[in-house]
């Protein structure tokens, strides 16, 4: 029952918010269809891998959920770096273009 509450606060604080800055980041981007994919497939890899760690680790996912929630923690710093589909995406995040400018 637990694991089933630290599947859904990952599901709702970090992969819910995950797709939505990518899909926004893509929009702002104009990104090809080809990076539009890659993005699917990235979530659909590391959502697993993640909602069984939230399962497995609950207190993690307690910790994780509220980081995200409150600014501490990207959402985008929890994907896999060395997963392909997920590496260009991170760097596209992670590069100067994607910040917003400061004041």
Known sequence: M????????ITAFVL??????????LEQANASVQMV????????????RLIERAAGEPAWAVSTAIRVSVGWTSPVAL?????????????????????????
Request: negative net charge.
């Open 2 to 9: 637990f694991s089933d509450l630290a599947a859904w606060l």
């Open 16 to 25: 819910t918010p995950v797709q939505a800055e990518l899909r926004q980041e």
């Open 37 to 48: 994919q890659q993005v699917q497939q990235c979530v659909a890899s590391q959502g697993p």
């Open 79 to 103: 994907l896999d770096r060395t997963d392909p589909n997920c590496a260009a995406i991170i760097r596209l995040l992670d590069s100067p273009a994607a910040d917003p400018p400061s004041a």
